[in-house]
């Protein structure tokens, strides 16, 4: 009797081709779905009446926080191609805050706005388990949602979880550093974020490629708009 079962279906070996070809497919899948939520978010935050200047400034931001993300994440496998993605959308609980802010003059007895204070307490308070929520709703994967959670404190991330928060959490603040402006000198750089870069594997000088990097493509992206 034979050992071999001659019509058994065999599994065909891709070649290399067919891997690399597919490994291409799905970047590029992924890169069409970041495409799509950039233009999206975009028209969004600059388009919709109302949302005011804090929306200019969370786009530039969020482009900021994408660029420096993904080239944080982009040796942090499997996280190589969600960099962008997760830098973009780290913020996206403040878009929610910013539509409820704009709405709240309407339910004001005499029509005035909140006060920046008030706004930037519910902002601290709520946008990143805001942020967390609704990509769980548009069925982002638990880990990716949970990074959104956690991206002020990426500590507080699970194991699966932790070397994506810890890259969202530093692009976010080199995304901040840059706004308040890039020393010169690398060595006055802050502490928290010299160390954070450290966890991530990234000393000063790569930190502040990083950031240059960043720059240079929120200049390119914005003449884009
Ligand atoms: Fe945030
Ligand atoms: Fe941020």
Known sequence: MHDQVPFARRRRVPSEVECLSKSKRLET??????????????STLLRS???GEAAHRLWKHSLLAASATQEIASELPP???AGFLAG???????LVVLGFVAELPAWQ????????????KILD???????????????????????????????QATENTISLAGAMELGHRIANQIEE?????????????????ARAGLDVDRLADVAAEAEANLEALTKLS
């Open 109 to 120: 007895e005499d029509g005035s706005d909140p006060s920046a204070e008030t706004v930037d």
């Open 49 to 51: 009446p109302g949302l």
């Open 79 to 81: 996280w190589e191609t």
């Open 125 to 155: 308070a709520t946008h990143a388990p805001l942020g967390a929520m609704v990509l769980a709703s548009w069925g982002f994967p638990e880990a990716f949602c949970e990074a959104v959670l956690t991206h002020h404190d990426s500590s």
């Open 29 to 42: 899948r992924a890169w069409a779905s970041t495409l799509v939520v950039v233009v999206a978010l975009r």
């Open 181 to 197: 402006g890039w020393p010169s000198d690398c060595g006055d750089l802050p502490e928290f974020l010299i160390s954070l870069g």
């Open 88 to 94: 973009l959308l780290h913020d996206l609980g403040q």
